[in-house]
């Protein structure tokens, strides 16, 4: 009840003035109307007025005339059903803010039991071989990359409009539209966040994957918390904020921004740049991921050199050689395998200064890779998905 009072406050307010000044405006013009004829009952219009509230608002017995004029008369039955309006209007708002109330509470059940439901949802993978891979591959504990509105209305019995409804009330999942096939597919992806801006996994090691463009690249996020897990990593993942989201208040680059200002910033921003000098450990290394467009490419290594150098050397982001060049080497087999090339600072060179990239290498002393991944492979069959995934953590696991 409170809370419809307090939701309704604007419209009770608007309401009870416009009753009282048409009062008010009736007593004074009752005063012109009835002073000849009773001016003892009627002797001002102050005397009118409250007439007006004590005969039809209050009921005090303060005053026993009533109108005598034909006129007089018809104006006191205005002023008792402004009376009446003065209790029935606010009576009706409050009511109707409480049934706004009672299914805004039914509403909010009914979100926090269809979160239930997709959270589970997204543990199940009732696919065998995907089941298996996952098992052999030790992921068997993390959710599925995709569970696709088709799947949700007819397997589960949501409308498309209740899930519409359950991202805006839910910060676990997200609506993606990928196409599939040459067909545009509409499904949810889970968000685990921990972070205004994403999601942090702090394993205190020496190797620290980065992904700051799961917000817009559908599966990057799982591939890349993947990743993760399998080479034991930690993690650092933007899931809102992006420069190109729809949504004002999530337009946000935290790629390319002003990292080393000590000015008031985003306060996302702020709370990035504290995780990558908690997280990512001094003189280690940092695994950058980037999508890229289809191309040739499986992958394309960058360590900040020269755009169209092909070279491992001369990178201003990695000192350590033999480590970059066994990291290459895996790569190229990797690459051989799913048949695709392997490219370094083949099309892409060292970022602007206001890079991401940069940040992390100054201020953590990092040896720092910028791995480009070709989407494409993103939307892969399940099967080879998950190949792709231990595939490209064996690039980065430490040897045994």
């Known amino acids: 009840m409170i809370s419809a009072v307090r939701n309704k406050k604007k419209e009770l307010v608007v309401s009870l003035g416009l009753v009282l000044l ?12 009835e002073h000849n004829a009773q001016p003892e009952s009627f002797p001002s219009i102050a005397s009118s007025l409250l007439w007006g509230i004590d005969k039809y608002l209050t009921s005090l017995g303060m005053s026993s005339a009533d109108p ?34 009672i299914e805004k509470d039914k509403q909010l059940k009914r979100m926090v039991v269809l979160e239930q439901k ?22 068997s504990h993390l959710p599925r990359k995709w569970l696709s509105t088709n799947d949700i209305q007819y397997k589960m019995g949501i409308s498309m409009e209740e899930i519409i409804k359950v991202c805006e009330y839910s ?13 545009d597919k509409i499904g949810l992806e889970l968000m685990a966040l921990n972070r205004s801006y994403g999601q942090v996994i702090n394993r205190d090691s020496d190797l620290t994957v980065v992904n700051m463009f799961a917000s817009i690249q559908p599966y990057f996020g799982h591939f890349t918390r993947c990743i993760a897990e399998l080479t034991n990593a930690s993690y650092i993942s933007n899931e809102l904020f ?13 790629v390319r921004n002003s990292f080393d200002s000590t000015e008031e910033g985003h306060p996302s921003l702020k709370e990035l740049m504290d995780d990558v000098l908690n997280v990512i450990q001094p003189n280690s290394t940092c695994i950058f991921f980037i999508n890229a ?24 982001f990695f000192n350590e050689m033999n480590q ?15 048949e695709m090339e392997m490219g370094i600072h083949s099309t892409v060179g060292i970022p602007s200064e206001n890079h991401l990239t940069h940040f992390i290498h100054k201020q953590t002393q990092s040896n720092v890779l910028l791995v480009h991944v070709n989407s494409g492979i993103l939307k892969k069959k399940a099967i080879v998905y998950y190949q792709l995934i231990s595939d490209f953590a064996s690039i980065f696991k430490a040897k045994a």
């Open 22 to 33: 048409l009062l008010v405006i009736a007593s004074i013009l009752m005063y012109f109307l």
């Open 68 to 101: 005598v004029t034909p006129l007089g008369k018809i104006l006191g039955s205005f002023i008792a059903v402004l009376g009446v309006g003065l209790f029935a209007l606010p009576a009706g708002i409050i009511a109707s803010g409480f049934i706004e109330e």
């Open 118 to 139: 997709l959270r589970y949802a997204f543990d199940i993978e009732y696919f065998v071989p995907v089941k298996k891979v996952k098992e052999d591959l030790g992921l």
């Open 171 to 183: 910060e676990l999942f997200r609506l993606r539209n990928v196409k599939l096939n040459g067909e």
């Open 242 to 254: 992006s420069p190109l989201s729809f949504i004002e208040e999530r337009s946000l680059n935290l």
């Open 293 to 316: 467009s289809r191309n040739e490419f499986l992958m394309q290594f960058n360590t900040g050199g020269e755009k169209g150098s092909n070279s491992l050397k001369g990178g201003v």
């Open 324 to 338: 970059l060049e066994e990291y290459y080497k895996r790569g190229e087999e990797v690459c051989k395998r799913h």
